[in-house]
């Protein structure tokens, strides 16, 4: 019966049209939650954010009533899989931290603290 409801779960997910949270976590009810050594609770807080999609930097546009702010590097939208994933501009200081390129990858392979280190790299972990 567990099974069944879950294979319709599954299937509910993944006819979610644009939902940002299905490129993190494609597969209903998977334990995405990596803390690694020593977590602090400021970590933790960062992560869930990224892992959702939003951080200060990507979403305060919302609150302010402005347009959503684009790269300047590459005319993009700036979003958390832009700054983790995506821009060509970054991408020097992300091979130093990790290499992998989709967010699924990224929050199931890498240390949170790498992920961290690459943001407080950029000069963005502030910012979330």
Same mark, same amino acid.
């Given at each position: !019966?567990?099974?069944?409801?879950?294979?319709?779960?599954? *299937?509910?997910?993944?006819?979610? +049209?644009?939902?940002?949270?299905? $490129?993190?976590?494609?597969?209903?009810? $998977?334990? =995405?939650? *990596?803390?690694?050594? +020593?977590?602090? *609770?400021?970590? $933790?807080?960062? !992560? /869930?954010?990224?892992?959702?999609?939003? !951080?200060? =930097?990507?979403?305060?546009?919302?609150?302010?009533?402005?347009?959503?702010?684009?790269?300047?590097? /590459?005319?993009?939208?700036?979003?958390?899989?832009?700054?983790?994933?995506? /821009?060509?501009?970054?991408?020097?200081?992300?091979?130093? /931290?990790?290499?992998?390129?989709?967010?699924?990858?990224?929050?199931?392979?890498?240390?949170?603290?790498?992920?961290? +280190?690459?943001?407080?790299?950029?000069?963005?972990? +502030?910012?979330?």
């Amino acid at each position: !019966m567990n099974a069944y409801i879950n294979s319709i779960w599954q *299937r509910d997910w993944d006819t979610e +049209g644009a939902n940002k949270l299905h $490129e993190v976590l494609p597969n209903w009810g $998977e334990d =995405l939650h *990596r803390r690694g050594e +020593g977590a602090s *609770r400021k970590r $933790e807080k960062a !992560m /869930c954010r990224l892992w959702v999609g939003h !951080m200060w =930097l990507t979403q305060s546009y919302l609150l302010k009533n402005e347009e959503q702010p684009f790269c300047y590097a /590459c005319d993009s939208l700036y979003t958390v899989g832009h700054i983790l994933i995506e /821009c060509p501009d970054f991408q020097d200081t992300r091979r130093k /931290c990790f290499s992998v390129t989709d967010l699924y990858r990224l929050f199931q392979e890498v240390n949170p603290s790498r992920i961290v +280190g690459y943001l407080k790299d950029l000069g963005v972990y +502030g910012n979330i």
